[in-house]
Structure formats: structure tokens, C-alpha cells
């Protein structure tokens, strides 16, 4: 029995200059990616030198950083302020961000557009403005260095994320099945919790993780609002490099680099479910 023939991946009727013009473009958009995942590349190798140095070549491979980093007890204190402050200000931006757009997607809201402009604020104003005023308007409530500030100054800064994401996955949601919901009986917040909610938690985890990756990478507001007692992770970083150079510093970057890389796998997984989920055929 005869094998299929392969389908090609240009039509019939493709002329010579469009292909080439498609290998081009192919090979720009590559040159330009491997431009900016350069460094990335260049600092992953350093941090498995057995050497105390940051040049090339390397003549041994060691994990010897990476135990420094955990064996560290400054680092241990980062990691723990670090996952503190991050899981606390993500469920916080997690509520506030997904009533807020759920209340902005209702059409009767009036000055929807300034209300939509004043959240998504955090997004757009530069983080040292912020954290000026920030830590200006902490001080005079006592909580400048302390963690509870860095957690509300991290949550007001992923709110813009969630409501960007909640807002994009309510906009395909069928109105008629929270009506219908209603028609037989049950109160808004069972509505929420046994309709809308099912359907709209890719939304709320995609903005949970953009949340999370904001208040984990932030450095600016925690050199403004955080004491010596609450350095995280970023902040440690910071001050490593400017005190003392150690290559534990590429050990963390490799590990923060592994973190991002699971995040966007995650968000590119839940992004195909929901185009699954709506009948999109990409």
C-alpha cells in the first residue's frame, strides 16, 4: 500500500520570491531571538564553574554555588521573605483584581474607562515613582519596614495583571449561563462559585502567576520599603553585586531563570486549553 505524500508546507501556487521571502523573514526572527536569549546562555554555564570567576573558558564544573545558596543562611532568610511576600500579595491581588473585573465588566458601571485607567496605574506609572510614594505614604502608617508593606506594595502591583487576564477571559463568557443560574434559584455567590468561577479559572491562575512573577522579581520597592531584615531574594542579589561579587549570584539566576521558563510553560498550557475550551482552531 502506498504512503500518503507529505503535505507541504507552501501552497501550489507560492512563487519562488514568496518562499524566499518566508525563509527570510524566518531567519531574521531567529537571529533576533537568539539575540535576546544571548545572556540567558551566557550566564547559565558560569554558574556551574567550579572557579570563583566570571570569565571563559571553564575549566571545571562544579555545584558548589548552589550549595552555597542553600547552605547560606542570608539566602535562606531571602527565599523565606521572598515566598512570604510573594504568595501573600498574589492572593491578595488575586481577590481585589477579580472583583474588580468582574465589576468592570458589567456595562452599567459608570466612568468605566477612568476606573479601568486608575487600576491599571501600577502597570504603567515607573515602579520609582511608585515606590517614592509608596514609601511616603507608609511611613506615615508605620509599615515602611516591614513585610506586611512590602505585601500590600506587591499586591497593588499585580492587580493590574489579574484584572488584564480575568477581564480578557470574562469577555468569551456566556452572560445567559449566570442568568440562567439565577432563573433557577441560586444567589449571586453560588453563581459565582458553581458557574462563573469553573470557567474563568484559567483567567484567575494566568493573572495568579504574572502576580506572583511581579512581587518575586521586584527589587525597586523593596530597596524603598524594605529594612535589613527583610531582604528578598532580588534585594540579596542587588547587594551581592554591589558588595560582594559571588558567583552564587549566577547559581540564583539559574534557578530563577528555571522558574520562569515552568511559568510560561504553564500559561502557554492553560492559553491552549482555553482556545480548546472556546472551539478556536489555530
Not at 76 to 84: D, K, M, P, T, V
Not at 247 to 274: C, D, F, H, K, Y
Amino acid at each position: 500500500m502506498s504512503s500518503l505524500p507529505k503535505p507541504s508546507r507552501f501552497p501550489e501556487y507560492t512563487t519562488l520570491g514568496q518562499k524566499a521571502w518566508r525563509y527570510c523573514f524566518i531567519g531574521f526572527c531567529s537571529m533576533v531571538f537568539l539575540y535576546l536569549i544571548a545572556p540567558v546562555l551566557v550566564v547559565i554555564p558560569l554558574a556551574f564553574n567550579a572557579e570563583p570567576f566570571f570569565t571563559y573558558p571553564i575549566h571545571a564544573f562544579s555545584f558548589r554555588w548552589f550549595e552555597a545558596f542553600f547552605s547560606d543562611v542570608v539566602w535562606r532568610i531571602a527565599i523565606r521573605n521572598s515566598l512570604i511576600v510573594g504568595f501573600s500579595a498574589t492572593s491578595i491581588a488575586l481577590v481585589l483584581g477579580t472583583l474588580a473585573a468582574i465589576g468592570l465588566n458589567q456595562r452599567s458601571l459608570p466612568c468605566k474607562a477612568f476606573i479601568m485607567a486608575a487600576l491599571m496605574s501600577p502597570m504603567i506609572v515607573p515602579v520609582v515613582i511608585t515606590a517614592v510614594g509608596m514609601y511616603f505614604f507608609y511611613s506615615t502608617l508605620g509599615i515602611a519596614n516591614s513585610l506586611s508593606g512590602i505585601v500590600l506594595a506587591h499586591a497593588a502591583l499585580g492587580v493590574p495583571f489579574v484584572i488584564t487576564t480575568v477581564t480578557a477571559t470574562l469577555a468569551g463568557l456566556d452572560p445567559s449561563l449566570a442568568r440562567a443560574a439565577r432563573n433557577l434559584g441560586a444567589s449571586p455567590m453560588r453563581t459565582f462559585f458553581k458557574v462563573t468561577l469553573p470557567i474563568i479559572w484559567p483567567g484567575l491562575f494566568s493573572g495568579a502567576l504574572f502576580a506572583f512573577a511581579t512581587s518575586f522579581d521586584e527589587v525597586v520597592v523593596v530597596l524603598f520599603l524594605g529594612g535589613v531584615e527583610q531582604r528578598t531574594i532580588p534585594r540579596q542579589m542587588w547587594t551581592g553585586l554591589r558588595e560582594q561579587l559571588s558567583p552564587t549570584i549566577l547559581a540564583v539566576a539559574v534557578i530563577l531563570i528555571g522558574i520562569s521558563v515552568l511559568m510560561l510553560v504553564t500559561l502557554e498550557l492553560l492559553r491552549r486549553r482555553n482556545v480548546r475550551m472556546r472551539g478556536i482552531v489555530e
